[in-house]
């Protein structure tokens, strides 16, 4: 649990890392943004001096400076009105080559309306005192791209990131898969040189004691090891899918439970029918175990469990509901995590490994269905049909 909590305080650490990062881009482009339009109103301001002295300019001026001012500004959209409000000249706007010219006064009318909107316009006296210019300008094709350029760029960044993390979870789920593989075999292997000899001291027993009460029951265990080194082999495997009673499963785990926890009754409201689906009858059972065995656990080895099934047209649905002290909400989805545990003892694998068994097996779904604290808990099978 320790671990598990760790590694997701290092998500979100990580999360605010990136999200400081996303803000300190954003801020630091719409601070340059803004300067350079500073910059470009400034410009605007001495463009609209020079085009008031070259109004007003007689023969005695020199309008060198004044014309290099003017020519000089190559980037920002302008278009200059008159003080009837008519269109005097523009600059910088790009025009259809088929537009008539009646079309092309529609459209410089239309971008004054814009330009006038975001309050770029600037007012300037003419030769005639009576009268003025109205000079109107908005920011240039550079200046609206790099407006835009930090959002392409957090944009570009995040599909990397993406794609990395994504990389890297495929790399961490085909390891721990290879680990669960390893694991389990060695497991299986390991166990089955006790489990033979512990089946041929039980035959030896049944020669020299015939009518010993005990050796049945030493038999039901060595077969009990047998099945759990059956199922630990199995994982990691492509198991054999067979047509299954899911009733039959579900009365053998209840068997199971109930001659070995007496402080805990199981009530079964299963459907009067057979219920057949594809299973791989050993893994199934170890679900439904695993999920009993949990529950025993949550209620402190007393209370009562309930195992409801739905045969719908398309699924099977299995609720198992304790009388446990039940799960947070917010650790729903935490308890199927590997190494996730509330116990002091055991490794936090069984909800793990029924989640893999049911998934990526039976194709099936596994969750909490609901919980309250202090009530108990139901967990939710659903299973294809």
Not at 114 to 143: F, H, K, N, V, W
Request: glycine share 4%; net charge neutral; proline share 3%.
């Amino acid at each position: 649990m320790q671990w598990t909590q760790r590694n997701r305080n290092v998500k979100y650490l990580l999360i605010l890392v990136a999200i400081c990062i996303a803000t300190f881009f954003l801020v630091y482009s719409h601070i340059l943004v803004k300067g350079l339009k500073d910059e470009a109103s400034a410009k605007m301001t001495v463009w609209a001096d020079a085009m008031s002295a070259l109004d007003r300019a007689d023969e005695d001026t020199d309008l060198d400076l004044v014309l290099s001012v003017i020519k000089n500004n190559n980037t920002i959209p302008i278009i200059v009105l008159n003080g009837k409000g008519e269109i005097e000249q523009y600059r910088n706007l790009s025009l259809r080559h088929a537009q008539s010219h009646a079309d092309t006064i529609a459209y410089l009318q239309d971008r004054v309306k814009g330009m006038r909107q975001y309050g770029y316009a600037i007012t300037s006296p003419t030769s005639d005192s009576t009268s003025y210019m109205e000079i109107l300008y908005e920011d240039s094709r550079i200046l609206k791209q790099l407006a835009y350029f930090p959002y392409i760029q957090l944009a570009i960044l995040l599909v990397f990131v993406l794609i990395i993390i994504v990389t890297l979870l495929s790399l961490k789920r085909a390891e721990q898969n290879s680990v669960w593989v390893g694991l389990t075999k060695e497991t299986a292997h390991q166990l089955g040189t006790p489990i033979s000899s512990l089946m041929a001291w039980s035959e030896v027993l049944k020669e020299s004691y015939p009518d010993d009460q005990i050796i049945p029951e030493i038999d039901k265990d060595v077969k009990r090891l047998q099945l759990i080194a059956d199922r630990f082999s199995k994982v990691g495997s492509a198991p054999e899918m067979i047509d299954t009673d899911v009733k039959d499963v579900i009365w053998h785990v209840v068997n199971y439970i109930t001659k070995r926890f007496v402080k805990v009754s199981i009530t079964c409201n299963l459907p009067a029918t057979d219920v057949h689906t594809l299973l791989c009858a050993s893994l199934f059972e170890w679900v439904i175990e695993n999920l009993c065995k949990n529950a025993i656990d949550a209620m402190e080895g007393s209370g009562h469990i309930t195992i409801t099934m739905h045969e719908l047209t398309d699924k099977i649905s299995i609720d198992i509901t304790d009388s446990g002290k039940g799960i947070p909400k917010n650790r729903f989805n935490m308890v199927f995590a590997p190494g996730y545990t509330t116990k002091n003892r055991g490794w936090g694998l069984g909800l793990s490994l029924s989640k893999r068994i049911i998934e990526d097996y039976h194709h099936g779904t596994i969750y909490v269905k609901s919980s309250e604290p202090g009530k108990g808990t139901t967990f939710r099978i659903d299973l294809r049909k």
